[in-house]
């Protein structure tokens, strides 16, 4: 079936180090692929998404593409702040009868000043 | 306020017992979702609901129920709840998954089972 692999945190950075997570995925088909982040104490939330090949999904200074070769989708910012601490996950939405999103384990990073 | 909220934030029971948790959304979205979250394995699905009175199961349903009987709420309850039960859980709703919608979540039910 479907899933989606990512990298074992925890990850911890100095501020201003370019962050690398890495997601790879399997799946028939041609799915869409999602990063969501969850802050401490909340829900998730959609950090960025590409819905094809070579699409690459950007929002607040990370960025991540869609790689179908490689079957990655490996998320990166340049400069992490203290703010981006929170818990990473990869996601794919699994296109078939049912509208299932599936999600990876989470990376949790941790940003020190 | 307009959004998705879960109830309780926090719950503490025993062995056997039966556990409701509630969630509500605001936006008439069509999807509904619960998910546990677990250390070492993230989110996974338990059900999901594709509009009012339609429930499927996902990938951990065993030990709970749902219903939808109204688009806006979709309680999730552990009929007999088992330690194993014990994880944060999560409901999140969405316009039209397979249309790249996005998830909206709550923030979330952490669940003891002692």
């Known amino acids: 079936g479907n899933s989606v692999t990512q990298m074992e945190g925890p990850v911890t950075l100095s501020e201003e180090a370019f962050l690398t997570i890495n997601c790879t995925y399997t799946a028939t088909g041609y799915p869409s692929l999602f990063w969501y982040v969850q802050y401490p104490g909340e829900g998730l939330q959609l950090l960025l998404k590409a819905t094809k090949a070579d699409d690459k999904g950007s929002n607040k200074g990370f960025e991540a593409t869609y790689r179908k070769e490689t079957t990655s989708f490996h998320l990166e910012k340049g400069s992490v702040q203290v703010s981006d601490s929170a818990v990473y996950f990869c996601a794919l939405i699994e296109y078939s009868s049912a509208s299932k999103i599936i999600f990876g384990s989470g990376t949790r990073l941790s940003i020190r000043p | 306020d307009a959004g998705i909220t879960q109830s309780p934030r926090y719950k503490i029971t025993e062995t056997g017992r039966q556990v409701t948790l509630m969630c509500h959304q605001t936006?008439?979205?069509?999807?509904m979702f619960w998910y546990r979250q677990d250390l070492g394995h993230g989110l996974r699905l338990i059900y999901y609901s594709a509009a009012a009175d339609i429930t499927d199961k996902g990938e951990v349903p065993d030990g709970y129920v749902v219903s939808r009987s109204k688009t806006e709420n979709f309680p999730l309850t552990l009929e007999s709840a088992t330690r194993s039960q014990t994880s944060v859980y999560f409901c999140?709703?969405?316009?039209?998954?397979?249309?790249?919608?996005?998830?909206?979540f709550g923030s979330g039910t952490q669940l003891s089972v002692l």
């Open positions: 936006w008439s979205h069509s999807y």
């Open positions: 999140a709703s969405s316009e039209e998954p397979r249309a790249n919608e996005k998830l909206f």
